[in-house]
Structure formats: structure tokens, C-alpha cells
């Protein structure tokens, strides 16, 4: 985990992570700029959509990198 990571809860809908999820579509594209992890992303995916993402801390990257 690196200094970004967070947990989050798709399902809350009181939290904006949660809400983000809910409102996706199946099958929508998404570009996450400052993605950290993934870990929004990811949630996404499990949801059916597709993303891309970026972001500019270099252990973050490396962390995405890995777990491809």
C-alpha cells in the first residue's frame, strides 16, 4: 500500500466514491487523472466499465505495474 491508498465502500452511496460507482454505466469509459492506486478504478472494472488512468507519483505507478 502506498501513502495514497485508500479503502473505500462502492456501495455507500454517502461517500463520493460510492456514489461514482453507482452512477457508472455498464460498459462506460473513464480517464482517472491522479489515480494513485487504482483502487477507484479497480471498483469500476467489477462494475463492467472501462478505465485508463495516470498518475504522477512513480511508487504508484510501479504498484499498478505489478499487480497487472
Given at each position: 500500500m502506498t501513502r495514497y491508498e485508500a479503502r473505500t465502500e462502492s456501495r455507500?452511496?454517502?461517500l463520493?466514491?460510492?456514489?461514482?460507482?453507482?452512477l457508472a454505466g455498464h460498459g462506460?469509459?473513464?480517464?482517472e487523472i491522479g489515480c494513485a492506486t487504482?483502487?477507484?478504478?479497480?471498483?469500476l472494472?467489477?462494475?463492467g466499465c472501462?478505465?485508463?488512468g495516470t498518475d504522477l507519483d512513480p511508487d504508484?505507478?510501479?504498484f499498478?505495474?505489478?499487480i497487472r
Open positions: 455507500n452511496q454517502n463520493s466514491h460510492g456514489r461514482v460507482v453507482e462506460e469509459k473513464f480517464l487504482g483502487y477507484l478504478g479497480r471498483q472494472v467489477e462494475h472501462e478505465v485508463s504508484d505507478v510501479a499498478l505495474l505489478e
